[in-house]
């Protein structure tokens, strides 16, 4: 079956820090990978998504990147965190046709 | 889709009561449609999903929705909710032909004693 973990589940990192969170995908070949964000009391912001290696679509221009650097790899990253970024952040994948996404728990980040 | 509208913020209902959260959404083609809860803190869990065939569907949990092409509706129902349902559900829409989910802004149920 099918699994997707993320990493950290909880971060807190002062304003100006670098970022860097992962999300790893199994059971599973050639996935689309989608990074969401989640403000407090808001729904979900679509940021990022892969259809496959080193592909990566931008949603909405901002402090963060994505990169892609294996099949079921998908990282976010920042250089200079804002106290904007704070949310909770939430990585997904599906098939290669679309359809359901499947949510891996989630990364709290707080921007202090 | 082009959008997905969940006409309630938030919902509180009894224990035991039945319970509707509405959703309708806009798309000029073929959709798939979907509704997730997310408990706090945690990732979305798909509750179930409307992809062809009969228009009722049934999901885990005991919950169930309705597609109504005519009002553009897929509308997520309990018959009897328990203080456990109380969570953020999203309602969610793709193209047929689509990989990328339109979501709802979510509606919190809270199920009180």
């Known amino acids: 079956s099918q699994t997707i973990h993320q990493w950290p589940a909880t971060l807190v990192q002062p304003v100006g820090s670098p970022l860097s969170l992962e999300c790893t995908v199994e059971?599973?070949?050639?996935?689309?990978l989608y990074w969401y964000r989640q403000a407090a009391g808001r729904g979900l912001q679509l940021l990022f998504y892969?259809?496959?290696?080193?592909?990566i679509s931008s949603e909405v221009p901002q402090n963060l990147s994505a990169s892609r650097p294996q099949d079921r790899q998908f990282i976010l990253s920042s250089k200079k965190l804002l106290l904007s970024d704070s949310g909770f952040y939430l990585c997904?994948?599906?098939?290669?046709?679309?359809?359901?996404?499947?949510f891996g728990p989630g990364t709290r980040l707080t921007v202090l | 889709a082009q959008s997905v509208t969940q006409l309630d913020s938030q919902v509180p209902v009894f224990e035991e009561a039945p319970v509707e959260l509405r959703c309708n959404y806009s798309s000029s083609v073929s959709v798939y449609l979907f509704w997730y809860v997310q408990y706090p803190n945690q990732g979305l869990q798909l509750l179930l999903k409307y992809l062809s065939g009969s228009t009722l569907v049934k999901g885990i949990n005991g919950f169930e929705a309705e597609f109504n092409k005519s009002q553009t509706s897929f509308h997520l129902r309990k018959p009897s909710v328990h203080i456990s349902d109380t969570a953020e559900y999203f309602c969610?829409?793709?193209?047929?032909?689509?990989?990328?989910?339109?979501f709802g802004e979510g509606t919190q149920l809270t199920v009180n004693p």
């Open positions: 059971g599973t070949s050639n996935p689309n």
């Open positions: 969610a829409a793709v193209e047929t032909s689509g990989s990328r989910l339109t």
């Open positions: 892969s259809v496959g290696i080193g592909q």
């Open positions: 997904a994948w599906s098939g290669v046709r679309g359809g359901e996404q499947f």
